[in-house]
C-alpha cells in the first residue's frame, strides 16, 4: 500500500523531470491520484508509463502555452498547445467557470489536447462555485456506429456533477458504450469471454471475444444492438465527439491522434491533437443557491429511498466512488506488481525514486 | 390520405375553439403536424383526444401568461403558466435563442408545462440562427432506476439539433430507455411478446410481457441490465430530470403529473407541472460559421461513408426523419381510422368540420 500524499508527490516529481513547471506538474498529478483514490486505477498510475512514452515521442508537450484562440462572452476555444489532457482540462474548465460568473452559463471547446483522465475531476471543479459542471471529450476510435463495421467513434464518456445541500453532490461519469475499454482487456488477460453486447466482429457479428478489436472487430454503442436502441448510443456518442472534436477545430471520429506512442499517427488529420468540451452552469441564474440545493437534496432522497430489487441496492451516481475515496484515503493505494514495475524503471530514466512494495 | 395544409388548419381550428388565439394554435398545430410529416405519428394527431381532454379537466391553460420569473444574461426560468406544452417549448427556446445571440450561450429552464411533442422541433428552431439546440424534457414516471422497482423517471428524451453546410442537419432526438412507450403499447394489441430488455416486472425480474406496466412493471433505462450499461442509462434520464425538474422549479421523477387526464395528479407536488430545458449555442463563439459547416460536412460525410454491416446502410441522426418528411410532404397523411373516430368526436364537441376518410 502507498500513501496518496506519496504517490502524488512522486508523480509530481516524475512530470517536473519531463519538464512541467511545479505548479502544473502538481496539478497533473492531483488528477492521476484522485482517480486512484475514486478507485477508478484504470485512469490513474497505470497510465504514468504511456505518458512517459509519449513525452520521449515529443507527441506531448509539457511546456505548452495554452490559449483562448476564440470567444465570445459565454463561449470559446482554447489551443491546448499539445499540453498534457489533465492541464488542458484543468485550465478550460476554469476559464468556463470564470465566463459563467459572468453570463451565468458557459462552454468551453478544447483542441490540440490529450487523454485528459477520469472527465469527473473537471465537473467537479464547478461544484466550489455552487455551479453545474459538464465534461465531454472524444477518443480513440474503437466503436462502430449502429449498422457499420467501421471503428469511428470512441468511449466518449460524459460527466456532469450537480451540487446538492446535506446530501453529498449527485456525479455522474459514464462513458457511452456498455462497458469501458479496460474491461475487454482484463477478459482477455484472463482467457475469458465477454458477455455478447459489448463487441462484434470484423463483419459485425455479434461476438463474446475480449480480444476481437486486434482482429478487426469493434466496440459496439451503449444499448448494444439496434433492438436495444444502440442507435440512441451512437447518436450519443456523435454528439460528444461533434461538441468536442468539430466545434473545437480538433481532430474527430477516426482522424483522432491515438494516446499510446506505439500506435501511429493517422496519416491524415482534420484539426489540432483531441477535443474536449467543458461546461459550467450557475444555479442562481435559475434560482436561489439554497432553494435549489433542498429541491436536490429532495430528488436525491426520493430516489435514495426507491424500493431496492431484492439484494440490490439503488445508488445515486458518484456514490461508488465517493464511497472509494473514503475508503482508499484511509486504507491506502494499491498498485499491482507490473505496474509497480513499470512505475520504477520510469523512475530510474527519470532519476525519481520509488519504492517497491510487496503487496 | 390527408393534407398537411388540411390537418394544420383543423388543429389550430381545434385549439382557436378551446381559447387558444390564433397565433398560439398556429404555433402548437405546427408541431403535431410536423411530427406527422416528420414520420413519428405518435406525437401527431393521435395526441389532440389527449389535449382535449386535459382542457377539459382544467388541466392546461389556453390563455396562459408565459414569462421569466428569474434570469441572468445568459440564463432564465420560464413559468409556462400551465400552458400547452408546444406553447411554452417554442417561447422558451426563442428566449434561448434570444439570449444566446448576445452572450454566445443559453439555457432556459421551463417549469409550469405539459407534453412538449418532439423534441427536434424546438432544437431545429435554432438551426435558422447558426445555432446548436439542445432540448430535454422530464416525463410520466414509468422507468426505474437500475436495481429498483420504483418507477420514479420518464422516458425523458433528448434532441440535438446542429447545423452543417452542404450536407442536411445533424438531428439526434432519443429517449434515454431502449425503446418508447409507444412500442409496448403496439405490442400489447397485437397479443405480442418484447425482446428481453425493455421491461422488468413488479419484482424486477426480465419480462417480456408488454403489458407488465399495468401490473406493477417498469421499463428499463438504456443499457436494459447493468452487465450493458443501464446505469449509464439511469444517470442519463436522471441528469435530464434534473435539469428539466429540479432547475426549473417544475415536478420531478414520480411527482410529474401524467399528462393523460384519466390519471389523477399525485397527491404529492414538489414543484409546477412538467419541467424542460432548452439549450442555444451560437456557432460563430466558437470559430465562423462557415467553417464549422464545412468541417460537420466532413464529419457526416466521414460517417455516412462508414463501411456497413452487409445488407445495412449507416445513418446520420435525421436521416429517417428527414426523408420520411420528403415522402409524406408528397404522399399525405395517413390517420388510422380508430384516430379519425376520435377526431370527428372532439371536432363536434367543439363545433370544427372534420372529414372522415376510407385509408
Redesign the interface.
Known amino acids: 500500500m502507498y500513501t496518496h500524499e506519496y504517490l502524488k508527490k512522486f508523480t509530481s516529481d516524475l512530470f517536473q523531470k519531463m519538464g512541467c513547471s511545479p505548479g502544473d506538474a502538481d496539478a497533473i498529478s492531483d488528477v492521476f491520484l484522485r482517480a486512484e483514490l475514486r478507485g477508478l486505477p484504470s485512469h490513474g498510475m497505470i497510465r504514468i508509463k504511456d505518458h512517459y512514452e509519449l513525452w520521449k515521442a515529443h507527441r506531448i508537450n509539457t511546456t505548452p502555452d495554452i490559449r483562448i484562440v ?8 482554447v489551443d491546448a498547445d499539445g499540453a498534457i489532457g489533465m492541464l488542458s482540462a484543468r485550465r478550460s474548465m476554469e476559464i468556463a467557470i470564470s465566463k ?1 460568473r ?6 468551453v ?1 478544447t483542441r490540440n489536447s490529450n487523454h485528459l483522465g477520469i472527465g469527473a475531476y473537471y465537473s467537479m471543479l464547478a461544484l466550489d462555485y455552487d455551479m ?1 459542471g459538464i465534461t465531454m471529450t472524444n477518443a480513440n476510435p474503437l466503436v ?7 471503428r ?1 467513434l470512441g468511449t466518449n464518456p ?1 460527466t ?1 456533477a ?1 451540487p446538492a445541500g446535506k446530501e453529498p453532490p ?1 456525479v ?1 461519469d ?6 469501458a475499454r479496460g474491461k475487454l482487456a482484463v477478459a482477455a488477460k484472463k482467457g475469458e469471454e465477454v ?1 455478447l ?2 463487441v462484434q466482429d470484423k ?2 457479428n455479434p461476438s463474446s471475444d475480449p480480444d476481437i478489436l486486434t482482429k478487426g472487430g469493434a466496440m459496439l454503442p ?3 444492438d439496434l ?3 444502440s ?6 456518442a ?2 460528444v ?3 468536442s ?5 480538433a481532430n ?3 482522424f483522432i491522434p491515438p494516446n499510446l506512442a506505439f500506435m501511429p499517427m493517422p496519416e491524415i488529420q ?2 489540432k491533437g483531441m477535443g474536449h468540451l467543458f461546461g459550467a ?7 436561489p443557491s439554497g432553494e ?1 440545493k433542498k ?2 437534496d ?2 436525491i432522497t ?2 435514495r429511498n ?5 439484494g ?4 445515486i ?1 458518484g456514490d461508488i466512488e465517493r464511497e472509494a475515496e473514503v475508503r482508499i484515503r484511509r486504507e491506502g493505494i494499491s498498485i499491482l506488481p507490473g505496474i509497480q514495475k513499470e512505475l520504477k524503471e520510469v523512475a530510474e530514466q527519470l532519476g525519481v525514486d520509488f519504492e517497491v512494495k510487496d503487496e
Chains 1, 2 share one sequence.
Do not use: C
Open positions: 476564440h470567444e465570445s462572452p459565454g463561449t470559446a476555444v459563467a459572468k453570463t451565468g452559463t458557459a462552454w471547446a453545474i462502430a456506429p449502429a449498422n457499420s463495421v467501421s469511428l460524459i456532469v450537480i449527485f455522474a459514464f462513458s457511452t458504450t456498455p462497458i458477455p453486447g459489448y463483419e459485425g451503449l444499448g448494444s433492438e436495444h436502441g442507435h440512441k448510443g451512437y447518436a450519443l456523435a454528439i465527439d461533434i461538441l472534436g468539430v466545434l473545437s477545430g474527430f471520429g477516426p482534420v484539426g452552469i450557475r444555479i442562481d441564474g435559475f434560482m435549489f429541491r436536490m429532495q430528488w426520493t430516489f426507491a424500493k431496492p430489487i431484492k440490490k441496492k439503488v445508488l451516481p
